[in-house]
DNA sequence: ACAAGTCTACCTAACACTTGGTAGACTTAG
DNA sequence: CTAAGTCTACCAAGTGTTAGGTAGACTTGT
């Protein structure tokens, strides 16, 4: 048997990925990502069923990255340095071309996208929920205000990353996170 | 000359608003806004040039609604009452078949949508930031820190609506923004 | 007063174009 | 040879938009 060609299939998820942070599940075309990746749009089909599996997948992937990247922070730095630190992993995304995470578009195009893609995108959020609630109990709060207060913690980054790309300014986001922190809403 | 009708006008710019703030420019249509009108989608152009422009009309009306509003609330309440109240505004869209703000469909769309209906857009956030900036002043926070402060705010409110609407569940934005009092970066 | 002209508001029908998706043939590496 | 991977060549449905026409209400000159 021929040994599966694993990098097409790659350089399209990268590619959709790049277009579905840019332009959402509505804007992500199969022209534009198939000359992106360099073959022609028919191809696409042959890894991926239908548009509805291909942003499924790429959903799929990007909550498991961000769950590993949130463990690599946390198994490296206390809990206060962690929760610190958390802005870094949405900064990552505006200076990567201005680009905002898939969960921010959710919220736009809820209506308009496959159930399957919907419900890998909501793991996103879960995540980053799941992740600050961890820090902040490891880090002294009470129990019953943890999850409440990730919850506002991941609101407040994700409007913020959503504010600056918007303007198209990753300064706006510093700021922001800069006022979140002088308030005390964030540890500084 | 004749009188102009203007009820198909509103209608159309009715049900554009809420199309826009359900699907995004993207997602507005002229076929199906045409249906809920109760009009061919040609008839649309009798009234707007195209979509760009009706789009940017819509948005243009928007914004100052919501200039309107705002105005309402200080000129009946304190500053720090105003500031108590301010939510609420963003609290309505999800209350209204859990739509969002155009503001921040913009986030997502910005790079896909016509300048002219961009530069619209964008005065919605310059009203709320700059009446949220007047509010604090009033209120007695320092000079220096009230921009920030109140770009931050809109931020996190945008944020909290845009989570709330992901879940279709506005128990969420009431939760998120009782955070936010509670951990002292909005007012209680 | 009344016909001629003008304007509003809408229609039908088609336009050029883009979308996701399909069928089947070709190429190439093991 | 075989299967993976890609191709060419389509298609049906949907997009914003335009052309040209119609019914009826208003305005105007005589």
Known sequence: MASPNVISKEKIMVAATKMAQDHGYGGLNFRELAEAVGIKPASIYHHFPSKA???AAIATKYWKDCATDLET???ALDPISSLKKYPVTFRRSLQNENRICLASFLAAE???????VLIEVYKFADVNIAWLS???KASGSEEKTCEPR??????????????ARSRAD??????????YQASGFLPS
């Open 53 to 55: 599996d291909l942003a």
């Open 73 to 75: 922070i946390s198994s």
């Open 110 to 116: 809820r209506t308009d996208i496959p159930e399957k």
């Open 134 to 136: 961890k820090m902040l």
């Open 150 to 163: 990730a919850r506002a913690i991941f609101a407040a980054i994700a409007g913020a990353q959503m504010i």
């Open 170 to 179: 990753i300064d706006i986001f510093d700021s922001i996170v800069a006022d």
